[in-house]
């Protein structure tokens, strides 16, 4: 038969001294206090694992932040767990991780880290307007809710006003980057699945608008305007080909069509001839002015030609 440890003592705590070489007391069940050399002291749990049957220790605390009575309440719960097959070192560490998602993988923790490499993909100004709206319409609600513990009803109550509220495009957006936040944190391990995946669904889609046309009718009053219209000089192509001549009359020409606005223009309503087009020339020494020929009268063509 087994002798039965002895049980330690507070008075015999008390009085431990380090010695040459670490060793341990014994208080049964599996409590044991170990003496370092450096007079530092520690309560282990010495017990068997529930699969393995290899002997291992699971550390308490420290003595005298730790209790005797502390201790041995410790060892007591550990060895319930052990009763029904469960090794209460793992359990500590799950437990632990849990507590740590609770106040590190916070969802805005979560989307901080999505963000940066985000924004790497995109334009700034799209960065930009993507953290505006987490921030004002997700983080002051779930901002510090771990995200374990985000789901569908509570991103849909979050959202549901922005939807009476007309703002369709701003929850679609919203419902998207909820989701690449949440894949992230699945393929980051921190949850084992996205639940929000389906959510884009139950909120209303934002109608189409198409760009405002122009109606036929409308093409003579746009037409007038283009060709009264004050446009600077350009360096395109049809004015460098236009301008690369030496003839005046193909400057002329092109400046009539509207490419190079450097004179005054008269139209004559009823028939539309060009009356009178003049270019200067501004010189270090002089002036030189080119009119335009006399011998036709020049029409307002329906496309730009250079003859020249």
Not at 35 to 40: E, T
Not at 74 to 83: D, G, I, P, S, W
Request: positive net charge; glycine residues 4%.
């Amino acid at each position: 038969m087994c002798a039965q440890a002895t049980r330690l003592s507070d008075r015999q705590l008390k009085a431990v001294k380090p010695k040459d070489k670490d060793y341990v007391l014994s208080d049964g069940n599996g409590l044991q206090l170990r003496v370092r050399v450096n007079g530092s002291t520690l309560w282990n749990f010495n017990y068997r694992q529930p699969i393995t049957k290899n002997r291992i220790n699971m550390g308490l605390g420290t003595y005298p932040e730790l209790s005797l009575a502390q201790a041995r309440k410790k060892t007591v719960e550990a060895r319930e767990l052990l009763a029904q097959g469960i090794d209460p070192k793992e359990q500590r560490s799950e437990l632990e991780q849990t507590k740590r998602q609770a106040t590190e993988h916070t969802f805005e923790n979560v989307a901080s880290a999505w963000f940066e490499l985000k924004k790497d993909s995109v334009t700034q100004a799209y960065a930009e307007d993507i953290w505006r709206s987490l921030t004002l319409h997700v983080f002051p609600s779930l901002g510090t809710t771990p995200i374990s513990q985000i789901n569908a009803p509570m991103v849909i109550e979050l959202l549901r006003p922005l939807e009476t509220k007309g703002s369709l495009e701003t929850v679609k957006r919203l419902t998207q980057r909820l989701n690449e936040i949440m894949t992230y944190g699945v393929n980051s391990g921190m949850i084992f699945a996205n639940p929000l995946s389906g959510i884009r669904a139950v909120f209303k889609k934002p109608k189409k608008q198409n760009m405002a046309a122009l109606r036929p009718e409308e093409l003579p009053e746009l037409m007038v305007a283009i060709a009264n219209a004050s446009i600077k000089k350009n360096n395109t192509l049809p004015y460098r080909m236009a301008t690369s001549h030496n003839d005046p009359t193909c400057r002329s020409r092109y400046d009539f069509l509207g490419g190079h606005r450097s004179r005054q223009e008269n139209l004559d309503d009823s028939s539309g001839a060009y009356e009178e087009a003049s270019c200067s020339r501004h010189t270090a020494d002089r002036t030189r002015t080119c009119p335009a020929r006399d011998d036709q009268t020049l029409q307002r063509p329906q496309r730009l030609r250079f003859p020249c």
